[in-house]
């Protein structure tokens, strides 16, 4: 019942929630004479006075049912601190109006102590403020009820029931002071047996701890306690730092002492700090140890103590090294391929890569990786976003595949990779990342390219030299048949001129055979080149050919330097060159044919210019295929031309043609020089 009453006006009460029964019991003993203390005085008012001339008493009761009406509804608005002052000062206010009433003599002064005593339990041992304040103010109120002597009642009690007023208001004051006493006597016992289970359960709490847990005076260091956890750690006991304060310091690995003293100073300057380091232990163990400390300060601001705790984390630090070794060597097994090797986390954030694909990155789009760098929110991969993140989707979702792709900015670099897209997998199965693996396929590109074109070339080549085989050939099969039933002498010499020929055309036919599987089979021969002569020899042996002798060959030939190719793939160039101006020359006075040779130590320049027929603009772009003839005048096996490319190229050099049809044409050459070693120049030539 009590309790119920008392939350009426405290409900929320702070000290009412955490007490226990008995001690909410005297908080509502105490504060409840209050309540009747005006209900008791009015009482005894209206019985002594004469109740017609002292309306003002009931308008006092009034007043006083009001205030606490008041209290009630502050209260039940969850103001529980406005409720306390309220109620604190109303009490005040009518104390002093009823012992003003009562008079000197009634007593009721006394009541003021046990109200300032009733502060303690009202709010509690912490809210010293508050306490100082509100005893303030009933000292103030006793003290203007002693300088108005107790006149501000206009009818004051008898004299006859003075003497009962003191007995009834001494035995309420006594009673009131003797609860908040037992209340204050019940608050330290629960606490002090609270203290005592609560470091009993903390004692057993430390004393289960691995880690050492520690406090130390400052600023001399004594140990001021250790716990049990010491001797596992360090293999020394408890005793040993209590009875010296350098016996810690002691034990620190020399090669660690400067640091674990630079760490304590960085304490005593910071408030609190943390630091690996290693010790010896009593049987010579290395252990490697953790601690964390922090300086304790008054409410002054003054240190008081130093605490820590002290952690082994040797298993730790070999469980580092054991991850440092197994990343080393995965790094070194990153680092050993020519594939390019990464791995995203599911937010499209870099977890590891290694040197060549970062190479990759910055060649392909210009990009610079590192760690924790997300492809998408930093845009590291240009216009083929869209199809990797395709396909890192799919990995997303547990798929495992291989794509060949071409990648990489038109602008930079762009490259065919052969790339395998494989989920990674927490131990629930859940994908939680995908690691790529990307080779280079390019140079197996080009040879699966250079394969497709080499094996239709192939088949042309066949196909077109079956043909061109089996047409003189046809030819001489045919005029021998004439020969046999040609009685005619001289019509024979003129079949047997149309069979050398057909024969003539045959070995030519050959002869571009051979030069094309040299150039396609033979090494390189890497050696001085003598223009002249290469030039004297590829003319003089080609004027057999019709109308040779009347073509002039015009040579400007400059080669300061020594040059170092092949002269033999030189020599088939010149040669088909100067076939051609054979061949194509027009019949007039005044042809002629004109070489011009640069070479210096870097590279040779060759020019090959006629005023011949010239090539027809529409077939300047096919001059270079194979079996291709710009007349169909000529016989040639359309061969010259596609071999001499293949040798230029052969050779790493260009060539390129200017022609313009019934003026003549222009072939123009480069070609680098090759810089033998010391030991290839002295070398025997074959």
């Known amino acids: 019942m009590l309790e119920t009453i008392y939350k ?30 005006g209900l008791v005085i009015f009482g005894t008012l209206l019985r002594e006075v004469n109740f017609p001339k002292n309306i003002y008493i009931i308008v006092l009761l009034l007043a006083y049912l009001g205030a606490y009406t008041l209290v009630f509804r502050i209260n039940k608005q969850d103001k529980t601190e406005t409720a306390k002052y309220i109620f604190y000062i109303i009490t005040n206010i009518f104390l002093f109006v009823f012992s003003s009433a009562l008079g000197n003599k009634a007593g009721i002064y006394l009541l003021y102590f046990p109200l300032i005593t009733s ?12 306490i100082i304040l509100m005893t303030a103010l009933s000292f103030a109120f006793l003290g203007l009820l002693d300088f108005t002597e107790h006149r501000l009642w206009l009818f004051p009690i008898s004299a006859e029931t003075q003497h009962s007023f003191y007995a009834a208001n001494f035995i309420l004051s006594v009673g009131v002071i003797g609860f908040c006493i037992i209340y204050l006597i019940s608050v330290l016992y629960h606490t002090e047996t609270r203290l005592r ?17 520690w406090a130390a005076t400052l600023p001399d260091g004594d140990i001021l306690y250790i716990n049990a956890a010491a001797e596992h750690v360090f293999a020394f006991s408890q005793p040993n730092f209590y009875e010296n304060r350098n016996y810690w310091s002691h034990i620190v690995l020399p090669d660690d002492r400067s640091d674990y003293e630079a760490f304590e100073a960085e ?5 609190s700090d943390e630091i690996e380091y290693r010790v ?24 008081l103590r130093m605490e820590g705790i002290t952690t082994d984390i040797t298993e730790h630090k070999l469980a580092e090294e054991r991850v440092k070794q197994q990343n080393e060597q995965l790094r070194g097994i990153l680092e050993s391929t020519q594939s390019s090797i990464f791995a995203l986390d599911t937010d499209y954030n870099y977890l590891i890569y290694n040197s060549t694909h970062k190479e990759l990155m910055q060649k392909a789009y210009g990009a610079k990786v590192t760690k924790g760098v997300n492809v998408i929110e930093d845009h590291l991969l240009g216009l083929d976003t869209d199809k990797i993140i395709n396909h890192l989707q799919q990995a997303f979702q547990g798929k495992q595949f291989m794509v060949v792709e071409e990648l990489g900015e038109p602008n930079l670099h762009r490259t065919w990779y052969e790339t395998v897209y494989n989920p990674i997998q927490n ?10 693996f990307s080779r280079d396929i390019t140079e197996r590109k080009r040879a699966e390219n250079e394969l497709i074109r080499t094996n239709f070339e192939l088949d042309t080549f066949v196909y077109r030299a079956s043909h061109d085989m089996r047409a003189p050939l046809r030819s001489v099969l045919g005029l021998v048949n004439l020969i046999k039933i040609e009685t005619d002498e001289k019509q024979k010499t003129e079949y047997l001129k149309l069979i050398e020929k057909s024969v003539d055309r045959l070995d030519a036919f050959f002869s571009d055979i051979l030069s094309f599987s040299r150039n396609s089979r033979l090494d390189l021969v890497k050696e001085q080149v003598d223009f002249n002569k290469l030039t004297k020899e590829c003319w003089n042996s080609l004027q057999y050919l019709e109308n040779a002798s009347e073509i002039r060959l015009i040579k400007d030939i400059r080669v300061p330097e020594p040059f170092y190719s092949d002269s033999s793939r030189i020599e088939i160039i010149l040669l088909n060159l100067f076939s051609n101006a054979i061949k194509y020359q027009k019949a007039c006075a005044g042809a002629r044919v004109r070489i011009s040779i640069k070479a210096d ?4 320049k060759i020019v090959v210019e006629d005023n011949g027929k010239g090539i027809e603009e529409q077939y300047i772009d096919k001059i270079f295929d194979m079996f291709f003839r710009a007349s169909l005048g000529t016989h040639g096996s359309g061969l010259g031309l596609y071999i001499t490319k293949q040798v230029v190229e052969k050779l790493g050099g260009s060539i390129n043609v200017q022609s313009e049809h019934g003026v003549g044409t222009q072939f123009v050459i480069t070609i680098p020089s090759y810089v033998p070693t010391p030991v290839e120049i002295m070398a025997p030539q074959n």
């Open 267 to 271: 304490v005593h300057k910071k408030g």
């Open 8 to 37: 009426l006006f405290f409900s929320s009460s702070e000290t009412t929630r955490n007490a226990s029964l008995t001690v909410r019991n005297f908080i509502l003993v105490s504060q409840l004479f209050y309540h009747l203390l």
């Open 280 to 303: 010896v232990r009593k049987n010579g163990e290395l252990r490697w140890l953790r601690d964390r400390c922090k300086i304790v300060w008054d409410e002054d601001g003054k240190p």
């Open 119 to 130: 502060t303690l339990v009202i709010y509690g041992f912490h809210d010293k403020e508050k």
């Open 427 to 436: 131990e629930f199965g859940k994908v939680t990342g995908v690691a790529v």
């Open 197 to 213: 289970e609560s470091e009993s359960n903390l004692s057993s709490i430390l004393a289960s701890l691995n880690e050492v847990v």
């Open 601 to 604: 130590n870097r590279i040779a």
